[in-house]
């Protein structure tokens, strides 16, 4: 699998270790997003980046990381079609892809630490989703098409 794997300042040592640990114990392509040292950079703008990529199929799964993983997982379900999951444990990582096909993870770097990370990222990418609730997961999907649908005859109705 190709990995899109991003963070902002508060993630990124864990970042680097999160991307060690793939380089190192998998076969997976790790694409780094970014950020690429501690000086300050906004969340959602990796979010988006990574969403975006696997919007357009150029990554299978993402990684994102930020101090609470909870920013980063706003910022990422907002792009359309992308469900992110936080997840600081493994049942909760596996459950995310099995359940409900979640195309990313997020993770605290505040709440979490680096070993508990590397399981939680393992647990997430050890599995592929079975169609497990996959009922759930349409009704999900026809929602926001539903919604972007409204949004966009709103935007049309101006006046002149």
């Known amino acids: 699998m190709k990995i899109g794997l991003g963070s902002d300042h508060n ?3 864990l970042k680097e270790v999160v991307k060690n640990y793939i380089e190192t114990n ?3 392509e790790v694409v780094d997003y970014g950020c690429h040292s501690c000086a300050a950079v906004d969340y959602p703008d990796v979010a988006f980046e990574v ?3 696997i919007a357009k199929q150029e990554l299978d799964r993402g990684i994102l990381i930020c101090g609470t993983g909870i920013g980063v997982a706003i910022a990422a379900n907002k792009y359309p079609g992308i469900r992110a999951a936080t997840a600081h444990d493994t049942y909760s990582a596996e459950r995310a892809q099995l359940s409900n096909n979640a195309q990313i993870i997020t993770l605290g770097a505040q709440i979490i630490g680096p070993e508990v990370a590397k399981k939680v990222v393992e647990a997430y990418l050890n599995v592929e989703w079975a ?3 996959k009922r759930k997961v349409d009704k999900i999907n026809d929602k926001e098409k539903e919604l972007i649908g409204q949004h966009a005859e709103l935007a ?5």
């Open 51 to 53: 969403s975006e990529a």
């Open 131 to 133: 169609e497990g609730s």
């Open 156 to 160: 049309g109705n101006t006046c002149s």
């Open 26 to 28: 998998t076969e997976h």
């Open 11 to 13: 993630g990124f040592e």
